[in-house]
């Protein structure tokens, strides 16, 4: 229990599921445990409030995934005392405290999948997942919403920004960075505003 409890800790912000943490403690320490009992550990986790699971869903079949999914940490103070303040990565941590926010408004919080079209390897066009941070229910309507800590980089920009291209839909685009002082609409219509300014706004979204 004490390693996945680890594990969710480090992976805040990260897709991950039972399987894969099964295969992370056979590899790194020699622990085998099966796949359904680290389900219902997670589960017995999730019970007091430790961690809150937001499922993927896929913005235009309009169906949820079974797995991977996200775990956050509902007090990152006790996640960082568990970890004994190390990893601090502040993407992920920025990650999880919009997440608790949104649930502690009273939102339905996903993660919104959408494809693009890229060609793989062997020059076949597949189709390739790109991920929304959050997708909020209110009222019948969605809003989109990226976590983006900095972009400081036009690529940076350009992976943060490009999901929202692709949902097919006229719903509201927000992106959170911890980089940006007032709030402002960008050529496309996407809210770019301050993870502080994003906080103290109760009226955001709904």
Known sequence: ?????????????????PAKIADTLKSR????????????????????????????????????FDSPNKYYCED?????ARLGFRQQEMPHIMENIIYNELIIRGYPVDVGVVYVR???????????????DFVV??????????????????EKAESELRPFALTGDFFP??????????????????????????LLDKALIG
């Open 1 to 17: 229990m004490e390693q996945i409890l680890n594990l969710l800790c480090s992976s805040v912000g990260s897709l991950t599921n």
């Open 29 to 64: 320490m020699r622990v085998s445990v099966s796949s359904n009992t680290i389900r219902a550990y997670i589960g017995h986790l999730g019970d007091p409030f430790l961690f809150s699971e937001s499922k993927r869903y896929d913005v235009k079949g309009k169906l949820y």
């Open 76 to 80: 990152l103070g006790l996640r960082n």
């Open 118 to 132: 890229v060609v793989n390897a062997k020059g076949n066009s597949v189709r390739s997942p790109r991920e929304i």
């Open 137 to 154: 229910t209110a009222g019948g309507k969605r809003t989109y919403i990226q976590s983006a800590y900095a972009m400081g980089t036009e």
């Open 173 to 198: 685009e927000i992106v959170v960075r911890r980089d940006v002082g007032k709030r402002w609409y960008d050529e496309k219509g996407i809210l770019n505003m301050n993870v502080i300014d994003f």
